[in-house]
């Protein structure tokens, strides 16, 4: 497979769509039909709790747990509305001035729900298109970054400028990437859509209870061909026929240039099979990354950041020591690219390179990072090489990891990834019958616990066992628990 494709992976309970360049799995996105994603999502919701020393506020959305609401996440627009006719509405204005409990609030999920953490809202609410974002109540015109040449943004502002004047005087647009190669009646139609849409969602809100969804963004497969495909993918195939006819019709409407590029895959086998997708997915689930080299990268998930660990593995090189590493630190960077957009990783990422001493030598390795994000559509920054050696990157987070979309902490460690020892638990287990023995009469103890402990009881431990079944003066009876983890028993009397 050469240059870039998306594969649709497409059932009743789940939407997957994989983005290949060149034959390489690039970036995974899945909806499941039991757990939707809400960002972009629009609720008419109701302030339930003011917190002045977060200058915060909790939101009822309808959801299980309420919503986060900023003060600074209150736009300009709403602020004036919320404070009165006595809030001067410059912006600097406590929690406690802006919301009050019980007040009805028009709000929007720029973050889902991640881990025990409810959803992250904003009052500047914004509605996109294929080539434009509508900015309810907010009168000015931006550019994307990613358009460059400066001919090409004045172009495009002073065409949307004169689109605003003309179809929504009292609102404002961002420009975005799409719309490059847009001509003017491409534009003109977005911007009209976009009213069209503004109009219903505020008719919807006028009407909805607190609590009550007033707009959805699309399905995960038409916002992927809202969002991401451009004049550099080359083929969508689709392996659901019904699917394919919605997004056919999508793309005659609004991408009318992508409408031959969108094929039906009718074949037996998996479409993620035929590609590899099935196995790039269960490896971008393992801490270990193996690089072609002979090095490694080790990725660890935690609540407050991404680490990952860099290490010269089995690559020895052919000259110098320095030599090894920067070749190691140059392949490390373009595979931590693609691993942090596959594995949707987000927030805090440190990275440790391995030691470098040549300046030049660091440059290119930030460099050689810079230009493997560079596609990611997803917005990142990144520092030098601080004085410990470590890189420290943002990437903006919206939605869960791939991890903790498809897995689970493990029942056993409670996603601690370690257990502790059987001997561990056989002192633990000989401490817990001291204290028992000391505070209940019994003519018989009962220990149940898991098979690894139970064995090292009766062997390795035995002498201690005897010891201490002396020193209690009662007999000890062992029972093994199959249910039972490594680290759980239970003392019994009897």
Same mark, same amino acid.
């Given at each position: 497979?050469?240059?870039?494709?998306?594969?649709?992976?497409?059932?009743?309970?789940?939407?997957?769509?994989?983005?290949?360049?060149?034959?390489?799995?690039?970036?995974?996105?899945?909806?499941?039909?039991?757990?939707?994603?809400? #960002?972009?999502?629009?609720?008419?919701?109701?302030?339930?709790?003011?917190?002045?020393?977060?200058?915060?506020?909790?939101?009822?959305?309808?959801?299980?747990?309420?919503?986060?609401?900023?003060?600074?996440?209150?736009?300009?627009?709403?602020?004036?509305?919320?404070?009165?006719?006595?809030?001067?509405?410059?912006?600097?204005?406590?929690?406690?001035?802006?919301?009050?409990?019980?007040?009805?609030?028009?709000?929007?999920?720029?973050?889902?729900?991640?881990?025990?953490?409810?959803?992250?809202?904003?009052?500047?609410?914004?509605?996109?298109?294929?080539?434009?974002?509508?900015?309810?109540?907010?009168?000015?015109?931006?550019?994307?970054?990613?358009?460059?040449?400066?001919?090409?943004?004045?172009?495009?502002?002073?065409?949307?400028?004169?689109?605003?004047?003309?179809?929504?005087?009292?609102?404002?647009?961002?420009?975005?990437?799409?719309?490059?190669?847009?001509?003017?009646?491409?534009?003109?139609?977005?911007?009209?859509?976009?009213?069209?849409?503004?109009? +219903?969602?505020?008719?919807?809100?006028?009407?909805?209870?607190?609590?009550?969804?007033?707009?959805?963004?699309?399905?995960?497969?038409?916002?992927?061909?809202?969002?991401?495909?451009?004049?550099?993918?080359?083929?969508?195939?689709?392996?659901?026929?019904?699917?394919?006819?919605?997004?056919?019709?999508?793309?005659?409407?609004?991408?009318?240039?992508?409408?031959?590029?969108?094929?039906?895959?009718?074949?037996?086998?998996?479409?993620?099979?035929?590609?590899?997708?099935?196995?790039?997915?269960?490896?971008?689930?393992?801490?270990?990354?193996?690089?072609?080299?002979?090095?490694?990268?080790?990725?660890?998930?935690?609540?407050?950041?991404?680490?990952?660990?860099?290490?010269?593995?089995?690559?020895?090189?052919?000259?110098?020591?320095?030599?090894?590493?920067?070749?190691?630190?140059?392949?490390?960077?373009?595979?931590?690219?693609?691993?942090?957009?596959?594995?949707?990783?987000?927030?805090?990422?440190?990275?440790?390179?391995?030691?470098?001493?040549?300046?030049?030598?660091?440059?290119?390795?930030?460099?050689?990072?810079?230009?493997?994000?560079?596609?990611?559509?997803?917005?990142?920054?990144?520092?030098?090489?601080?004085?410990?050696?470590?890189?420290?990157?943002?990437?903006?987070?919206?939605?869960?990891?791939?991890?903790?979309?498809?897995?689970?902490?493990?029942?056993?460690?409670?996603?601690?990834?370690?257990?502790?020892?059987?001997?561990?638990?056989?002192?633990?287990?000989?401490?817990?019958?001291?204290?028992?023995?000391?505070?209940?009469?019994?003519?018989?103890?009962?220990?149940?616990?898991?098979?690894?402990?139970?064995?090292?009881?009766?062997?390795?431990?035995?002498? +201690?066992?005897?010891?201490?079944?002396?020193? #209690?003066?009662?007999?000890?009876?062992?029972?093994?628990?199959?249910?039972?983890?490594?680290?759980?028993?239970?003392?019994?009397?009897?």
């Amino acid at each position: 497979m050469t240059g870039t494709e998306i594969l649709m992976n497409v059932t009743p309970q789940e939407s997957r769509v994989a983005l290949v360049d060149n034959g390489v799995l690039t970036e995974l996105h899945l909806e499941r039909s039991r757990r939707r994603g809400i #960002v972009g999502n629009i609720y008419k919701g109701r302030v339930v709790r003011v917190l002045p020393g977060m200058d915060a506020a909790f939101v009822d959305i309808g959801l299980e747990r309420t919503a986060f609401l900023h003060a600074s996440d209150v736009a300009p627009v709403q602020r004036e509305e919320l404070a009165g006719p006595e809030g001067n509405g410059n912006g600097r204005e406590g929690i406690r001035e802006l919301l009050r409990e019980g007040q009805n609030v028009l709000v929007q999920v720029i973050k889902d729900p991640l881990g025990t953490k409810g959803a992250r809202l904003t009052t500047y609410i914004t509605v996109p298109s294929r080539h434009l974002v509508l900015m309810p109540n907010q009168r000015n015109i931006g550019v994307s970054t990613r358009v460059e040449g400066e001919g090409v943004r004045a172009r495009l502002r002073e065409t949307v400028e004169n689109l605003r004047n003309e179809l929504a005087p009292e609102h404002g647009f961002i420009v975005r990437t799409a719309a490059e190669l847009a001509d003017h009646e491409a534009l003109y139609n977005d911007a009209a859509f976009l009213k069209k849409v503004w109009d +219903s969602i505020q008719a919807s809100a006028a009407e909805a209870r607190p609590g009550q969804e007033v707009y959805a963004d699309l399905p995960l497969v038409l916002r992927i061909l809202r969002d991401l495909v451009g004049v550099d993918i080359e083929r969508i195939r689709i392996d659901s026929r019904e699917t394919f006819q919605k997004v056919r019709d999508f793309a005659a409407r609004y991408l009318p240039e992508m409408d031959e590029r969108i094929e039906h895959y009718p074949g037996e086998r998996p479409i993620f099979d035929l590609f590899n997708v099935e196995e790039e997915i269960q490896r971008a689930l393992e801490r270990k990354v193996e690089l072609k080299s002979g090095g490694y990268l080790i990725f660890d998930q935690t609540e407050a950041m991404t680490t990952v660990d860099i290490n010269t593995g089995g690559f020895v090189g052919h000259r110098k020591l320095e030599e090894t590493i920067f070749k190691t630190n140059l392949e490390a960077a373009q595979a931590i690219g693609r691993q942090l957009r596959l594995r949707n990783l987000g927030g805090i990422i440190i990275i440790d390179f391995i030691d470098m001493q040549d300046d030049e030598h660091k440059r290119q390795v930030i460099r050689a990072l810079e230009r493997a994000l560079e596609r990611d559509h997803v917005k990142t920054q990144i520092c030098d090489v601080s004085p410990l050696g470590l890189v420290e990157m943002t990437r903006k987070r919206t939605r869960e990891s791939l991890e903790h979309q498809l897995c689970e902490p493990c029942p056993t460690c409670a996603g601690r990834g370690y257990l502790k020892s059987a001997e561990t638990v056989c002192y633990e287990l000989f401490r817990e019958i001291l204290r028992e023995v000391r505070q209940y009469d019994a003519r018989e103890l009962r220990v149940l616990a898991s098979q690894s402990v139970i064995d090292l009881l009766l062997d390795e431990e035995s002498a +201690s066992l005897a010891e201490l079944q002396t020193f #209690v003066g009662i007999p000890i009876r062992f029972q093994v628990e199959t249910l039972y983890t490594q680290e759980q028993f239970d003392v019994v009397f009897v």
